[in-house]
């Protein structure tokens, strides 16, 4: 009967991978910190298509309608955004809580509906304001 070799788990091993962890841990709070910025406009898109623009700043209830009946409801509220209700079965849109960071997002998968956050004056984002957009000659 072959017996196999079984390396011994040493005090020192562990040490270097609870290093290791604490060192991954540390450069993704930096990294998280340091990369996010904050939105302030907020755009709603139903099955691909902008329904909506909103400011960040202003408080207020927005409830998005597909084929005359109210699917989602979102709520603008001192700085935050989030999915309030949805009429879809799984109810992860509204679990996912608040969002406030550029490039974050929500998005309720049954309903095509994606509430994003944009900073303003990004290139791929549209302002609030209804400014020229090109200049053709």
């Known amino acids: 009967m072959e017996e196999y070799y ?7 091993d562990a040490l270097l991978i609870g290093l290791v ?4 841990v540390c450069i993704f709070v930096i ?7 904050s939105g302030n406009l907020v755009r709603i898109s139903v099955d691909g298509e902008i329904y909506g623009e909103y400011s960040l700043e ?3 209830t927005i409830y998005v309608t597909s084929k005359d009946t109210v699917t989602n409801v979102v709520i ?7 999915m ?3 009429d879809c079965p799984d109810q992860l849109c509204v679990e996912q809580g608040k969002i406030h960071l550029a490039n ?3 998005i309720c998968l049954p309903n095509k509906v994606v509430v994003e956050i944009l900073e303003n004056g990004d290139d791929d984002s549209a302002s609030l304001d209804d400014g020229v957009d090109a200049i053709a000659k």
Do not use: N, W
């Open 6 to 12: 079984q390396p011994k788990f040493r005090k020192r």
């Open 21 to 24: 962890l604490a060192f991954a």
């Open 31 to 37: 990294m998280h910190t340091i990369g996010a910025k």
């Open 58 to 60: 202003q408080d207020e």
């Open 76 to 82: 603008i509220q001192d700085g935050y955004v989030s």
């Open 84 to 86: 309030e209700e949805a």
């Open 104 to 106: 974050e997002s929500i």
